[in-house]
């Protein structure tokens, strides 16, 4: 809710300076993953146990720089919220969503393979979608949208609640 | 309600059924229209509500990734729905994130955020609020505001309609009501009808049929039985009308008749004035003659008191030589004892012995010791003497009554010479004396007869009066008592006699338990004439008044009736001035 809050407060300001953007940015995606996690629907199969937490992957370098911290508070289908990061690709990790920053490109192309079904990958890196990438972040008009890959989401057993579909800048 | 006064039943009954049939729809219909106004406010909120919640929830994921064109777009979707007007949706952060105006012509504002599930009415306009939540979390609030115009239509259309309905029932209903209430009204109408026939052209002979028997029934009844009675009362009306003019008529010849006999009066009364005229001349005369017959008459009362006065004194007389005749009875009584005593005396007897001892007057002395007869003698004598001595003793016992009477006689006379002197002289008598005197000359009969005498004498002082004309009034009285004892079957015979003051007068009461008087006799009882007894002459207490009246007196008697006694009261002035008149 504060990261929310915070979001709205800084919706309406022009960014000036780099560092202020890059911060805002990130506070936004990492709103935005709590989002995408709960206009999905996630199956018990998704967890390793009932009182498992939900767990947020980020592969590479972590770009969010404490951005995320916020949202270990928060909670997503009664879980807790878990952060982990990997700085190499890891398959055995048991993740609900596995975040690729723009560097992680490689990470992602490695181990797309091998992730487990019910993994909502989400990147910002250009052509996610295309590599076979569920929701990719864009850019729109100084605005962060992003694109939904539906095939892959279905593939990999991931639906969406249609609301976030609407939302979506994309669909494929 | 004045107003109201002259308005016929009918249209009064009309009225009030109609004010309560007007009344109950009119209530009814706002009742109707009412629940309706409420039923369809809560469908138009509940319709909006549904809207709302669907358009919250697809809104959430624009809130959420900040997509305004996707809220906008979503909000246009209720484009579908006409009455919505504005709809708008704000963040958590109460910054306005989304609009949608049906009309871009009017300019509405977006509330601020309130997390309330609401609905608020303003004027003409509803505002449906709903939060729009992610995971539970209101993230932002969409308000929905519609124009409550086509509800509004829709329920005048409906008040419209229902009236239409009431209007018709409310006819049907006076439609109705005056076809039925002619059941009540028709039988007062037609009774209002008669009785005004009746009163307009005084036909008592009108009748009102009786159709029912309710109330109104009753009523016609009893307007039928009294239009009967007066009817009767009209015909005797009329009746006594006609018999009045007849009257009339003749009181008008009686009027006539009156006039006549009233100049026939006048020459009467002339007459008579006439006759009145020589009736006084004659008056004139007449007095004269009157005059005459005074004194003629005056004379005659003179001679008529000297025979009242003689026969009072031979009254007293007539008492005196009773009594007198009583003892001298018992004188002759007396006299024929004693002269049968000395008839019968045994002394002869005495000229016998006397005889026998002059015969043998030789020797005596042989003849008394040894003869058979002279032996005899002495007891003879003894014997004699005996009888002589008894006969003398009767004798001296009879001298002795006889002398006494003689005695009486002698007083009655000499008293009967005391008053006989004294007729019309006044002089001091004391009342008692008199009354004693009185009784004393009646005693005779008083004792003969039984009779008990009481006296109660008061003091009284010495009066200045005839006391012969006293002594007859008393000795009347007395004499009259005692007869009226005398008559009385039993022997209860009782005589008062009181004397008292009372009132300046001295009162001689003589009271008897006799055969008492009539009611009708007591007024005739001082008539010259009237006789109560046998024997009586009739003026006793006639000429007892007259000399009480003489004495400045009067006399008084009362009797409770026969059998039951009477008292005689002779008033005596004590004031020597009026006992002197």
Redesign the interface.
């Given at each position: 809710?504060v990261l929310?809050?915070a979001?709205?407060?800084t919706?309406?300001a022009a960014p000036h300076d780099s560092l202020a953007d890059n911060n805002r940015e990130y506070q936004l995606k990492a709103a935005?993953l709590l989002?995408f996690a709960?206009?999905v629907y996630w199956p018990e199969q998704s967890f390793a146990a009932d009182d498992s937490a939900f767990t947020i992957c980020v592969y590479g370098d972590n770009p969010f720089d404490g951005a995320l911290n916020s949202l270990s508070s928060k909670q997503?289908n009664n879980r807790p919220i878990e952060i982990r990061f990997f700085e190499q690709g890891q398959t055995d990790a048991q993740c609900q969503i596995a975040f690729f920053p723009e560097t992680a490109q490689a990470i992602y192309s490695s181990l797309k393979k091998q992730l487990p079904a019910h993994v909502l990958t989400v990147s910002e890196y250009d052509g996610f979608c295309e590599d076979g990438g569920m929701i990719e972040f864009i850019q729109v008009e100084n605005?962060i949208?992003?694109e939904i890959n539906l095939t892959s989401s279905t593939e990999n057993g991931i639906k969406y609640?249609?609301?976030?579909l609407?939302?979506a800048e994309r669909l494929r | 309600m004045k107003l109201f006064r002259h308005i016929s039943i009918k249209t009064k009954l009309l009225m009030v059924y109609i004010t309560i049939t007007g009344l109950i729809l009119t209530s009814a219909f706002i009742i109707i229209m009412r629940m309706e106004a409420s039923t369809n406010r809560q469908n138009v909120v509940s319709g909006l509500s549904v809207v709302g919640e669907i358009v919250a929830d697809r809104s959430a994921a624009s809130v959420a990734f900040s997509d305004v064109e996707s809220a906008n777009s979503n909000l246009r979707t209720l484009r579908s729905h006409e009455s919505i007007v504005y709809a708008c949706i704000r963040t958590e952060a109460n910054e306005s994130f989304a609009q949608y105006t049906i009309d871009s012509s009017t300019q509405y504002s977006c509330d601020d955020f309130d997390i309330e599930n609401t609905t608020r009415f303003d004027g003409n306009y509803v505002d449906i609020y709903k939060p729009i939540l992610l995971e539970g979390q209101p993230i932002g609030m969409l308000q929905v505001k519609a124009s409550l115009d086509e509800l509004n239509k829709r329920l005048l259309d409906s008040a419209k309609l229902s009236f239409m309905i009431f209007t018709g029932l409310m006819l049907i209903a006076a439609f109705l009501s005056r076809k039925l209430m002619n059941l009540v009204t028709q039988p007062i109408t037609r009774l209002k009808d008669i009785a005004q026939s009746v009163t307009e052209k005084r036909n008592y002979d009108l009748r009102v049929e009786q159709v029912s028997s309710d109330e109104v029934g009753v009523l016609v009844n009893s307007f039928n039985k009294m239009l009967d009675q007066i009817a009767a009362r009209d015909r005797a009306l009329n009746n006594e009308k006609e018999k009045a003019e007849i009257s009339a008529l003749s009181a008008k010849r009686h009027a006539s008749e009156t006039e006549k006999m009233n100049a026939e009066l006048e020459k009467e009364i002339s007459e008579r004035l006439r006759v009145e005229k020589e009736l006084q001349e004659l008056n004139e005369t007449l007095e004269e003659k009157v005059q005459e017959r005074t004194l003629e008459l005056k004379q005659l009362n003179e001679k008529i008191g000297d025979i009242a006065r003689s026969a009072g004194m031979a009254e007293v007389a007539s008492g005196v030589l009773h009594n007198v005749g009583n003892v001298l009875n018992s004188v002759n009584v007396s006299a024929s004892v004693m002269r049968e005593q000395v008839r019968k005396s045994k002394a002869e007897n005495l000229g016998r012995l006397v005889n026998l001892m002059q015969k043998n007057q030789h020797d005596l002395a042989d003849f008394i010791s040894n003869d058979e007869k002279g032996k005899q003698i002495p007891k003879f004598i003894a014997l004699l003497a005996e009888q002589l001595t008894e006969e003398r003793n009767t004798l001296f016992r009879e001298l002795d009554e006889l002398a006494n009477n003689i005695d009486h006689i002698k007083n009655i006379i000499s008293m009967q010479q005391s008053y006989a002197g004294s007729y019309g002289v006044r002089e001091k008598v004391k009342l008692s004396d008199l009354v004693e005197d009185a009784l004393k000359i009646n005693l005779q009969e008083v004792n003969r007869h039984n009779i008990k005498v009481e006296r109660h004498y008061d003091e009284t002082p010495l009066i200045y009066a005839d006391k012969h004309k006293l002594l007859q009034i008393i000795i009347n009285l007395i004499s009259n008592a005692k007869y009226a004892l005398k008559e009385k079957a039993d022997n209860n015979r009782l005589l008062q006699i009181m004397i008292y003051k009372n009132d300046g007068e001295a009162v001689i009461e003589i009271r008897d338990t006799g055969i008492g008087i009539a009611q009708d006799d007591i007024q005739h009882l001082f008539e010259y004439g009237f006789k109560r007894r046998r024997g009586g002459h009739g003026f006793g207490l006639h000429h007892s008044a007259l000399v009480a009246n003489e004495v400045g007196g009067r006399i008084k008697v009362y009797s409770e009736g026969p059998g039951k006694g009477a008292t005689f009261q002779l008033f005596v002035p004590l004031d020597e001035k009026v006992a002197a008149a």
């Open positions: 809710m929310v809050l979001v709205s407060l919706l309406g935005y989002n709960r206009f997503i605005k949208r992003f609640r249609s609301q976030l609407e939302v | -």
